[in-house]
């Protein structure tokens, strides 16, 4: 067997997000039909981050195992065989110790908002949230500091059962660009809706009507409070990895963290 | 009467337009109907840039006379008023030598291509055009100085009789912005499907099948030859006026150069 990579870039609208689902349409279950047809391998696909129906990536990451990858089957090749809403940017043949998900570092998000009384963009609309009020980015990057390293995010996680929510926050900003805010998120990796809770929980202190503490009391409270913002602007932009000889630590490290983590995290 | 401008941008792919037709949704409608409700004045809406169905702008520039305008109608209430696809990011107040149409200096378009084998950027493909063979832009760069200054572009129009083409390029030129070719056009003013004729004449220059001379061939020939390229990736980026004092002589000179060059241009 060997271990095949794919980049992916996807418009999350029409997917049921990426997690193969009876009777939906999802990323992985367009991408394993795909390598059904053309490499004859039903593998399962294995991605950095499992998007929510709606969100978006320019950067996921994915692995795959097959007995061989037909020398011909290329990216332009491989990308016919695809709707348009997904494309498969690159494919690497990878060490076997390549694991999309453990081996991760790092995973990078943006959200876009819009705090112009004027609304988004009409090109941009599909992508950018519209905020009522004007947003004070010197407030929410304070409250984002006060978020950063490793924390308990019981409360912006929507649990599983007996699942640690301990993650390492290395980036939260929010920077004009254009018109719009972007709102920039990377942490070792994420729990289920924390990205959108985070996003939740900045808004109102830009706006003014929560304090710039209010987040962190949030995050120490361990009591969930934030609104999951809509995931239509969102967008997995990048996966981080440690060089090929890091990566079996690196994947033991993921596993053994979380294991360990869990009953008293 | 006072002249009110005002500073639009639409997403043109539900619109068949900028120009009100009877049964069909245009921008001009829109506009023309939103200031009759807010307003109370039935006012002919004039444009720099009469748009054609499916093609953007984010600086179409418009005026309109009217007996008073409300004090409290400003870009809020009025993109209230406006469906999401078209928005009103500017409302100025001018002088009546200020004309939209004709006092414009020059019009910037903007056109998206990819020539990525992968296609373009799920997240954009509706607004880039897919170009399948790789681009030289050395090549369509060469092409397009030779099409600089004013010209007859009877070639690159389809023609209402006997109106003049005399147009002046002032800018084209092709340049990579991520994995995206831009086309930037700039001219005092286009004819009818202009811009998408000059793309039409530069992509098989950019793909090695016609050669460089070739769209200054065209020009000089008079003959219609390139392909009419789709709208979806074009906008209207910006409008370009003189100084207050100079709208009035703009505007003058517009129109006498028009009828001048009609008959035998």
Redesign the interface.
């Known amino acids: 067997m060997i271990r095949v990579r794919l980049d992916i870039?996807?418009?999350g609208r029409d997917f049921a997000g990426w997690a193969r689902q009876r009777e939906l349409r999802t990323v992985q279950g367009v991408l394993e039909q795909m390598i059904a047809n053309l490499v004859g391998a039903e593998g399962e696909i294995t991605c950095a981050g499992r998007t929510d129906a709606g969100v978006?990536a320019?950067g996921q990451v994915a692995h795959v195992d097959v007995i061989g990858w037909p020398a011909d089957l290329d990216?332009?090749r491989l990308?016919r065989a695809l709707p348009?809403?997904?494309?498969?940017?690159a494919i690497t043949v990878v060490p076997n110790e390549f694991d999309a998900r453990f081996s991760a570092l790092w995973r990078r998000y943006t959200y876009l908002v819009s705090d112009s009384?004027?609304?988004p963009?009409?090109?941009d609309?599909g992508?950018v949230l519209q905020w009522g009020k004007e947003l004070n980015l010197d407030a929410m990057n304070s409250a984002s500091r006060m978020l950063l390293g490793e924390h308990d995010f019981t409360a912006y996680c929507k649990m599983r059962e007996g699942a640690s929510a301990v993650r390492e926050l290395i980036d939260l900003r929010s920077e004009r660009v254009g018109s719009d805010v972007v709102i920039t998120v990377t942490a070792d990796a994420f729990c289920h809706s924390m990205v959108r809770s985070l996003i939740g929980a900045l808004l109102p202190v830009g706006d003014g009507r929560k304090p710039v503490t209010w987040p962190f009391e949030m995050l120490t409270s361990g009591i969930r409070g934030a609104t999951v913002m809509p995931p239509y602007p969102l967008?997995l932009e990048e996966v981080g990895y440690p060089p090929d000889d890091q990566l079996l630590d690196r994947q033991l490290q993921t596993k053994q963290h979380r294991v360990l983590s869990e009953p008293d995290a």
């Open positions: 870039a996807y418009d978006h320019r990216t332009w990308n348009e809403d997904v494309r498969v940017l009384p004027i609304g963009a009409p090109l609309r992508q967008v």
